[in-house]
């Protein structure tokens, strides 16, 4: 019973994580905030064709 206990909060607490990422629309703003980063590093790639 104790198991299941912990298993039921675990989940509870996942949902509750995702309702608050979609409510704040956070994985849109991790992405925006990321986003400088990569494009500098994928700009600094060496290619062999230009287009």
Do not use: C, G, Q
């Not at 849109?28 to 060496?46: F, G, L, N, Q, R």
């Amino acid at each position: 019973m104790k198991a299941i206990m912990i298993i039921l909060i675990i989940l509870v607490v996942l949902f509750l994580l995702t309702v608050l990422i979609y409510w704040f629309n956070l994985d849109t703003k991790i992405v925006k905030a990321i986003e400088k980063p990569m494009m500098k590093h994928y700009d600094s790639i060496k290619r062999d064709n230009r287009l």
